[in-house]
């Protein structure tokens, strides 16, 4: 599972926790039912904000059923959504991981890029991409929205170069996530909805593209891949400032939207989505803990030497300098934010998700200021 909103369960509290693993639990089991058990793998934490912006909308209130024990769940059953909200999450998660899958195979990267793999990876690319539109087709909603903003993305990045604004390579990702979200207020039947929620999905497609770009330079620079932020010049103060805009327009776009029950998408889309902006740049106060200290000290922390800065020079950082130590397991699986928060303090595992006592007057989150 990947995504980028991450919330831990001893921040939400048992009722919106139990909401957060209904919307989790039904779009992995959606994807199950409506396009079998290997799609599950495109189940993520960013695709089922779309089902949750669904319900919350929904005047008939949330729908749930009884599922069997699972694994991930520690052999426990649970209460799951269902019906077309998650189904909705469901498509637009398998289209997108489709796309991705296929770009992988195109380009020779990771597992899906391998000689013997490719083959197979674009046939289930393909599979996907087919299974996704019909479902799509059948809850109104057209997938050739986000295929396009795919295949425009790999045009844009291969023209960009120092000078191309940075808002420039977002925009397909800005455009797909609007699309998905707007189209929740229309499945809800809050047509009113449309316009300030894709406003919504749009700058949340745009922090989720920085925040990948930034947690991804170090090793991007090491191997010598594309990253956004180099191959357009712009600096990681810059990517923070165009975050911290979209996270107000998200809070602007939100109050104009009108809800049935919306506690668990505004706590995800604004405190969590806070958290995850400041978990990948630092807190920037007074510039004193910015992405490179914060992850300097962390790695000092741990025993290993610190990486370099984030310059841009070739050859820098090293090749293989930036390989990931090993991690600690965590009491808050699946909901910590990367296992960071619990890595950060040295009162115990937990401490960082239930205490308040963090010095820059924030509830307490692993940062390098952090002193619990």
Request: proline share 2%; with cysteine.
């Given at each position: 599972m990947f995504g980028i909103i991450r919330p831990c369960r001893h921040r939400l509290g048992e009722e919106l926790s139990a909401a957060w693993m209904a919307q989790l639990c039904g779009l992995c089991l959606a994807l199950r039912d409506d396009h079998g058990h290997a799609a599950r793998i495109a189940t993520n934490y960013d695709g089922l904000l779309i089902s949750a912006l669904v319900e919350a909308q929904s005047a008939g209130g949330a729908a749930r059923r009884a599922a069997g024990p699972c694994p991930l769940r520690g052999m426990r059953g649970a209460d799951v959504a269902v019906g077309d909200s998650v189904r909705l999450a469901a498509t637009v998660s398998l289209v997108l991981a489709a796309a991705k899958v296929r770009d992988h195979a195109d380009d020779g990267d990771g597992l899906a890029g391998t000689a013997g793999i490719r083959p197979a990876a674009r046939r289930i690319a393909r599979r996907w991409a087919r299974q996704g539109a019909g479902t799509g087709a059948d809850l109104g909603f057209d997938t050739g929205v986000l295929l396009t903003a795919v295949e425009r993305q790999t045009e844009i990045e291969a023209a960009a170069g120092p000078g191309t604004p940075l808002l420039t390579v977002t925009e397909p990702t800005e455009t797909a996530t609007a699309a998905a979200f707007g189209h929740a207020a229309i499945l809800a039947g809050r047509p009113a909805n449309a316009e300030p929620l894709a406003e919504v999905g749009r700058?949340?497609?745009?922090?989720?593209?920085?925040?990948?770009?930034?947690?991804?330079?170090?090793?991007?620079?090491?191997?010598?891949?594309?990253?956004?932020?180099p191959a357009t010049a712009t600096s990681v103060d810059e990517a923070r400032r165009l975050c911290d805009d979209a996270l107000l327009g998200i809070e602007l776009a939100l109050a104009d939207a009108e809800f049935t029950d919306d506690r668990l998408v505004r706590t995800m889309l604004t405190r969590e989505l806070k958290r995850s902006v400041r978990r990948t740049f630092g807190h920037g106060h007074n510039g004193s803990c910015r992405t490179e200290n914060r992850i300097e000290s962390r790695w000092r922390r741990r025993g290993y030497p610190p990486p370099p800065g984030y310059g841009y020079e070739p050859g820098y950082p090293p090749q293989g300098y930036y390989g990931r130590p090993p991690r600690r397991r965590s009491s808050c699986i699946p909901f910590c934010e990367g296992m960071i928060c619990c890595e950060c303090c040295?009162?115990?595992?937990?401490?960082?998700?239930?205490?308040?006592?963090?010095?820059?007057?924030?509830?307490?989150?692993?940062?390098?200021?952090?002193?619990c």
């Open positions: 700058m949340f497609g745009r922090i989720a593209h920085l925040v990948d770009a930034v947690e991804d330079l170090g090793d991007d620079l090491a191997h010598g891949k594309w990253n956004p932020l040295n009162c115990g595992e937990d401490c960082c998700c239930a205490c308040e006592g963090c010095a820059c007057g924030e509830a307490c989150c692993g940062e390098s200021c952090c002193d």
